[in-house]
Nanobody, 121 residues
Framework: QVQLVESGGGLVQAGGSLRLSCAAS????????MGWYRQAPGKQRELVAE???????NYADSVKGRFTISRNSAQNTVYLQMNSLRPEDTAVYYC???????????????WGKGTLVTVSS
């Protein structure tokens, strides 16, 4: 089993910054893709950013240039640095992890319980 625990959510003013952290524990071996999704009220959950063990990244168009995802050397913690926050960034942010072989997912998706980010105007 893999456990993902998010931290760092909260309230921030528009234009401000926030840093989310996700700590993975348990059977983290070969957990080679980690990232963040978010879900705003009335909207579908969407990918925000993800990073592979090889360092490749993928961002939603709406956050490119504003958010940066990173991963520590032990690959057990992933971060999301969020700058220039906008009210439309308000959502519950979920840590996500999976194992892949190339583009093929292996095994289950793992999810954190989510952390609320609220951006005030």
């Amino acid at each position: 089993q893999v456990q993902l625990v998010e931290s760092g959510g909260g309230l921030v003013q528009a234009g401000g910054s926030l840093r989310l952290s996700c700590a993975a524990s348990g059977s983290i071996f070969s957990l080679n893709v980690m990232g963040w999704y978010r879900q705003a009220p009335g909207k579908q959950r969407e990918l925000v950013a993800e990073i592979s063990s090889g360092g490749s990244t993928n961002y939603a168009d709406s956050v490119k240039g504003r958010f940066t995802i990173s991963r520590n050397s032990a690959q057990n913690t992933v971060y999301l640095q969020m700058n220039s926050l906008r009210p439309e960034d308000t959502a519950v942010y979920y840590c996500h992890a999976r194992r892949v072989s190339g583009a093929i997912k292996i095994g289950p998706d793992y999810w954190g319980k989510g952390t609320l980010v609220t951006v005030s105007s």
